[in-house]
């Protein structure tokens, strides 16, 4: 029994002491082998978002990379680290506490130190998309993937010398993402168009679907996204007011001597322009406020704002989901009696603002024989496997007549032909509207306006419809228009 024990004694000192042994040597030495432990380290080495795709399958997202070098606590990445980065006393200093890390280079390829491609992405869209712009991104989950390195540690958690590390890859080569209606061709002419624009947007649509083929904001650096806020129209409106009267076969002339009275207010035509005698088609080329305001006045505020309200203003605007807004404001019924916004809303002023998308699919509804679409800009889900689940949107709907539709198109091209829209004319296919609008901003003593051409092209069989609006402009003819001849000049040319 005693022999027992002593045997047993000996056993147990034995294996402790060979414990003890094997903590002072991984505590103390610098050197350990793969295997050596079963602890391991995971290295995020990118975390990606979904994958957007242009119309054609293109990826507008997820489109480039980046180069990542995997720095690892040896001998042979200190050596090389002089050669990759400038300043390394920082990345030394995080490599003595035993554990990879990941730095970006622009070095290609380097003797010792792995160079990894991590997913990038490259567009010119950025505020409809990214996220920190509220973009499309914001309404979906903010990673469908990650590819990680697993490395094996010692029991202080340093990495084991010749461990290599294995690549998990979780769902990162997912095609998971949305197919848009972006295109990327088009994208590229708006955004080319608007080099000399300070502050602004330009959004362009297919005229049929009402689907948004370009979306540019101004200035790039810019977090708010453009096409989806609202401001003061001015009178590209005058488009609605004359699908409003041509609707209701309501048929005036008009003599403008430069100023009109309603009520206890005067309102008055640009520098006090007397037109003289105008008929709906003359007052849309010289842009009469006068004749408008007096054409706001005999068609009512009742039938204005239905109107109005068939083209989709003053509803809510879905574009994907969760991504849901106003995409205009009308003065409501009060306002329109007691407040004096029936003669300023003839003009496109007082309380009516729109989003330069709503007004864009409102010339989409003109130069589409009258039938209004829900705004697009996504087609269809696509999962992990690349297979597509199709976005349903309800019937496109008539809302004005093909005559009335015709013969307001007619007039816009006469708006470019003979009037303040020329600076936007190519090969006599342009047709549209300009607007310099008050916005009751005052800076440096003077009121910022607000200027747009909205228009489409080309006239004969119009594809594209195009609004321009550049903030704190000159005027609608020379802020803008030339910014929609550029357009329509590349458009043309496809």
């Given at each position: 029994?005693?022999?027992?024990?002593?045997?047993?004694?000996?056993?147990?000192?034995?294996?402790?002491?060979?414990?003890?042994?094997?903590?002072?040597?991984?505590?103390?030495?610098?050197?350990?082998?793969?295997?050596?432990?079963?602890?391991?380290?995971?290295?995020?080495?990118?975390?990606?978002?979904?994958?957007?795709?242009?119309?054609?399958?293109?990826?507008?997202?997820?489109?480039?990379?980046?180069?990542?070098?995997?720095?690892?606590?040896?001998?042979?990445?200190?050596?090389?680290?002089?050669?990759?980065?400038?300043?390394?006393?920082?990345?030394?200093?995080?490599?003595?506490?035993?554990?990879?890390?990941?730095?970006?280079?622009?070095?290609?390829?380097?003797?010792?130190?792995?160079?990894?491609?991590?997913?990038?992405?490259?567009?010119?869209?950025?505020?409809?998309?990214?996220?920190?712009?509220?973009?499309?991104?914001?309404?979906?989950?903010?990673?469908?993937?990650?590819?990680?390195?697993?490395?094996?540690?010692?029991?202080?958690?340093?990495?084991?010398?010749?461990?290599?590390?294995?690549?998990?890859?979780?769902?990162?080569?997912?095609?998971?993402?949305?197919?848009?209606?972006?295109?990327?061709?088009?994208?590229?002419?708006?955004?080319?168009?608007?080099?000399?624009?300070?502050?602004?947007?330009?959004?362009?649509?297919?005229?049929?679907?009402?689907s948004i083929v370009a979306c540019v904001t101004k200035p790039d650096?810019?977090?708010?996204?453009?096409?989806?806020?609202?401001?003061?129209?001015?009178?590209?409106?005058?488009?609605?007011?004359?699908?409003?009267?041509?609707?209701?076969?309501?048929?005036?002339?008009?003599?403008?001597?430069?100023?009109?009275?309603?009520?206890?207010?005067?309102?008055?035509?640009?520098?006090?322009?007397?037109?003289?005698?105008?008929?709906?088609?003359?007052?849309?080329?010289?842009?009469?406020?006068?004749?408008?305001?007096?054409?706001a006045e005999i068609l009512g505020a009742k039938r204005i704002i239905?109107?109005?309200?068939?083209f989709g203003f003053g509803n809510d605007i879905k574009i994907y989901?969760?991504?849901?807004?106003?995409?205009?404001?009308?003065?409501?019924?009060?306002?329109?009696?007691?407040?004096?916004?029936?003669?300023?809303?003839?003009?496109?002023?007082?309380?009516?603002?729109?989003?330069?998308?709503?007004?864009?699919?409102?010339?989409?509804?003109?130069?589409?024989?009258?039938?209004?679409?829900?705004?697009?800009?996504?087609?269809?889900?696509?999962?992990?496997?690349?297979?597509?689940?199709?976005?349903?949107?309800?019937?496109?709907?008539?809302?004005?007549?093909?005559?009335?539709?015709?013969?307001?198109?007619?007039?816009?091209?006469?708006?470019?032909?003979?009037?303040?829209?020329?600076?936007?004319?190519?090969?006599?296919?342009?047709?549209?509207?300009?607007?310099?609008?008050?916005?009751?901003?005052?800076?440096?003593?003077?009121?910022?306006?607000?200027?747009?051409?909205?228009?489409?092209?080309?006239?004969?069989?119009?594809?594209?419809?195009?609004?321009?609006?550049?903030?704190?402009?000159?005027?609608?003819?020379?802020?803008?228009?030339?910014?929609?001849?550029?357009?329509?000049?590349?458009?043309?040319?496809?």
């Open positions: 029994m005693k022999k027992r024990i002593i045997i047993s004694a000996v056993f147990v000192t034995v294996f402790f002491a060979s414990i003890i042994t094997r903590l002072g040597y991984i505590a103390l030495s610098g050197s350990f082998a793969v295997g050596e432990t079963y602890n391991s380290y995971t290295l995020l080495i990118d975390s990606k978002s979904p994958n957007l795709y242009y119309h054609n399958y293109k990826r507008l997202t997820n489109n480039t990379y980046e180069k990542y070098a995997l720095l690892k606590p040896n001998a042979k990445t200190l050596a090389e680290l002089p050669k990759l980065f400038n300043n390394t006393e920082e990345i030394i200093n995080e490599l003595k506490k035993g554990k990879p890390l990941l730095e970006k280079t622009d070095i290609e390829s380097s003797e010792y130190i792995p160079i990894i491609n991590v997913s990038s992405s490259d567009y010119n869209c950025k505020q409809l998309i990214s996220r920190e712009c509220s973009g499309l991104l914001k309404y979906l989950p903010v990673s469908i993937g990650e590819k990680r390195m697993r490395f094996h540690v010692d029991a202080l958690g340093r990495m084991l010398t010749g461990d290599e590390g294995t690549v998990i890859d979780d769902n990162y080569v997912s095609s998971e993402g949305l197919l848009l209606t972006l295109d990327s061709e088009i994208q590229n002419i708006a955004y080319n168009a608007c080099k000399s624009v300070k502050s602004g947007c330009v959004i362009i649509m297919d005229v049929n679907s009402s650096e810019s977090y708010l996204n453009k096409p989806f806020l609202q401001y003061s129209v001015g009178s590209v409106f005058k488009l609605i007011i004359a699908a409003c009267a041509i609707e209701n076969n309501i048929s005036i002339n008009y003599t403008c001597n430069g100023k009109i009275k309603i009520r206890d207010t005067e309102y008055t035509c640009q520098n006090n322009k007397e037109h003289k005698s105008q008929n709906l088609e003359q007052a849309l080329v010289n842009s009469c406020n006068c004749y408008f305001i007096n054409l239905e109107t109005a309200q068939k989901k969760d991504w849901i807004f106003k995409g205009s404001s009308l003065p409501s019924a009060d306002d329109m009696n007691n407040d004096g916004e029936l003669p300023l809303i003839g003009f496109g002023q007082g309380k009516l603002m729109s989003t330069p998308v709503q007004f864009c699919n409102a010339l989409c509804t003109i130069a589409n024989g009258g039938y209004y679409n829900r705004i697009k800009l996504v087609l269809a889900e696509i999962n992990k496997y690349g297979e597509q689940s199709l976005i349903k949107y309800t019937n496109k709907n008539r809302v004005i007549s093909k005559n009335s539709s015709e013969l307001l198109l007619k007039y816009m091209r006469s708006v470019v032909k003979n009037g303040s829209g020329k600076n936007a004319d190519y090969k006599n296919e342009s047709a549209g509207k300009t607007a310099t609008a008050q916005t009751g901003q005052i800076k440096n003593g003077r009121e910022l306006l607000n200027t747009w051409f909205a228009g489409v092209y080309p006239y004969t069989g119009p594809k594209y419809a195009i609004v321009v609006m550049v903030e704190d402009g000159i005027s609608g003819a020379e802020s803008c228009c030339p910014v929609f001849r550029t357009i329509v000049e590349k458009l043309g040319a496809m």
